[in-house]
């Protein structure tokens, strides 16, 4: 089959590769009828260092179960499946806890280990914890929503989660790529009264407003915080969402946030060391997020995609094929595109 | 009156300074029964510069009400009250929602702007959201345990409520000065099922014990992280009290917390930066905390130390007076002390 091999930063290529195939009892192969490019897909894209073998790209899909392994009870073949960006067994205890990107036997997609869904099918480990069968059959005018719940709709809703969204809650979202547009669903979603997008992409904050912010901010760092402050009486939001991840968003996204309030972060942070942890201490401000349980997250969110209440699907404005993989990524990593939907 | 003046790391003289009084109409005056020395009044002790004027130290008390000015109305003349560390009006939106320590009027006690309590009276702002009037006399014998409400006990109570400390969790403290000490009495008091202490001092590991801790790590660093693990199934706390403020026991609590768990924060951190927090994210753990609203818990902890069920008191080791402050802070430096009472 053909997928996406990324071999260093930059180097993306469309191979044929071996087909998927059931390894583990375990297991389900799936047809991918829909992947995407992710933000998260640009860090190596820019930083990933050569390797001879390369690495299968992709950790979003929907697609067709095509076989499953002797142990697997929920999932059959021809179903039409979501897949989480992280495979999960669904019994452990973390799982039982909705933590499944955790999981005791889990793992990511399209990692060294575990090949990804920018191609033409992509094994399963874990079916029955990981995949989610969805009421509705391949072609469904909704699939572009459907499939963020794979992976960005999610995230922006447990950064809503763990940063309290709540009704009459201010909340700042830090970020407008997709998962930042998302996180300005998941709080209008949640009852905040006001939300205040940190951007400056005309486009996403077009969209942010359809979804929902009430205000924008483009400045960035000191001038950032004043105009937050600003905005929310001089006390900072109640709750801020930070989709970016580098050490300056971290810490505006501190700096923003009112005494007692909370960050939820689910942009990958880039250094091991979090800037603004005197501030967060000083105003008893709660830092909490890290790779979203989108799985758990599934069974909520579907019901508003399926009856049209939230259409986070907009955050795509690109559908390629395949081969334009790697043109996808150039176009997502110069913001040329918010978010790039592949149908292999 | 007499009063303890720190002028500079390792300067602390008891001087005398013109008598307190009443300033604002909102303000009460205290003659002071009870201080202490803070494990955070060691941070200026070893750190301070120099100044002419000096700082009046000191920002836990229990005293008499002298005087009160024209605006109080719930606090008398003749009260016994105890005074926590920060002073707040009570009515600010920050107040409402307990979050004294980040009161709209507030401040701090021993700082340069008001002076602290390790004196023969204090000047008390905002003294009717301050104050908390104690139902006993002047020298009754739960002194030592009602003083460690204007501080520790609702420090370590603080740390144990924002890691989410519940029945049937694990618990790891981090630190074995009195906060930890009283952060042990907080966990056992609140439900947690294993309270493993970190800390290396014999006489305080004995008090922990009897405390409620259950386990006792003195290894520290990646040794330390080895054995927590070792306690807990492989997996790490639920809760952490961070109740030091280093980068290595910030960085420790992190490694310690299991996925999904919480790391409160109670001890002041002495960097900008917070080390852990790529871990923190991958395994989505909260950081929480800061100067805890003691004033918010004395109305829960009071009954339980009146009806003798929490010894919180029993964190000071020696009892002094006035004279001996200054001597008092190098026991408590070099560890002979964990905590020292003052009786002016």
Redesign the interface.
Known sequence: MRATVMYSAGDVRIENVPDPDVKEPTDAVVRVTRACICGSDLWPYKTLEHSDTGRVMGHEAIGIVEAVGADVRTIKAGDVVVMPFAFSDGTC??CQ?D?Q??CLHGGFFGTVEVAGAQAEAVRVPQADGTLFTLPVGEDDALMPSLLTLSDVMGTGHHAAV?ANVGPGKSVAVVGDGAVGLCGVIAAKRLGAEQIILLGRHADRIALAREFGATDIVSERGAEAVERVRELTNG?GAHSVLECVGLDQS?ETSIEIAR??GAVG?VG??Q????????T????????????A?VRAYIEELLPDVLEGRIEPGRVFDRVIGLDEVPDGYRAMNEREAIKVMVKP
Not at 271 to 278: F, K, L, R, V, W
Not at 280 to 291: H, K, Q, W, Y
């Open positions: 205890l973390f806890d933590l990107t955790s763990v006390f971290t005494p007692g972060r990958v942070p250094d091991e060391a979090m800037p603004g942890s005197q967060a201490f000083s105003d008893n401000i709660t830092v909490s997020g890290g790779p349980p």
